[in-house]
């Protein structure tokens, strides 16, 4: 077996999105372009108070359901970074990959199965964002004040009727592999198992969700 193939058998098959937040969405965008080449394309609007940018994954070259999420608060918006809890946003001194979203065949017995298990997904709530055209896409997720506190968990996300952004006309990066470090490699690979997530995992002394991706600058690490 190809280390290029050992690598890909890293990308989850349920990957949505994997999420790049930043205090400030225009540095976030501009830090994505000068690692990779390419420039996210803008996204839209959320009603929490964040916009984002997107770009698009490839494997082997080939459009999939995954895409990159740079997102930060919305710079047309009242909230200021400080006051917005998304990803973490308030908290961040600058941009950094935040977490994943994982598109189960169904939400509502993934996130029942977790927590069975003891890890709570938070609950499903529904969210929309309004694109640059105008047009509103709405979608559910898994969150919520008693979701797991932990980065490496990824919540859950149904689209329902809306397109998937990844497979829309927006730039792409080739996905080669994912890996995510953890202070508790073996309790994640268990939670991990819960949620169908399969992906490599490493013991570390902090937690890092790193894409190994491939663009005009080559391949390059986003973490």
């Known amino acids: 077996m190809s280390d290029t193939t050992t690598q890909r058998r890293t990308i989850p098959a349920d990957l949505d999105h994997v999420v790049f937040a930043g205090p400030v969405l225009a540095d976030a965008i501009d830090a994505v372009e000068r690692l990779t080449g390419v420039r996210a394309a803008p996204g839209g609007k959320h009603p ?3 916009a984002n940018a997107l770009i698009a994954f490839t494997i082997d070259g080939e459009r999939v359901p995954h895409y990159l999420e740079v997102i930060g608060p919305d710079p047309e918006g009242e909230r200021a970074a400080g006051e917005i809890d998304t990803f973490a946003i308030k908290h961040r001194s600058g941009p950094a990959v935040a977490t994943f979203a994982i598109h189960p065949s169904d939400i ?4 029942q199965r977790a927590a069975d298990a003891g890890v709570d997904l938070g609950e499903i709530l529904p969210l929309s964002r309004r694109t640059p055209s105008g047009e509103l896409l709405e979608w559910r997720l898994t969150r919520g004040e008693r979701r ?9 996300i149904d689209w329902g009727t ?3 952004p990844g497979l829309g006309d927006i730039p792409t990066l080739e996905l080669l592999a994912v890996r995510v470090e953890h202070p508790d490699a ?3 690979t268990e939670k991990y198992a819960l949620l169908g997530v399969e992906t490599e995992v490493v013991q570390a002394d902090a937690f890092a969700l790193v894409l190994t991706v491939a ?9």
């Open 186 to 188: 073996s309790a994640l």
């Open 162 to 164: 809306t397109a998937q």
């Open 108 to 111: 509502v017995a993934t996130a």
């Open 48 to 50: 929490t108070g964040t």
């Open 148 to 156: 797991d506190p932990d980065p490496a968990i990824p919540f859950l």
């Open 215 to 223: 663009g005009p600058e080559g391949p390059v690490e986003l973490r």
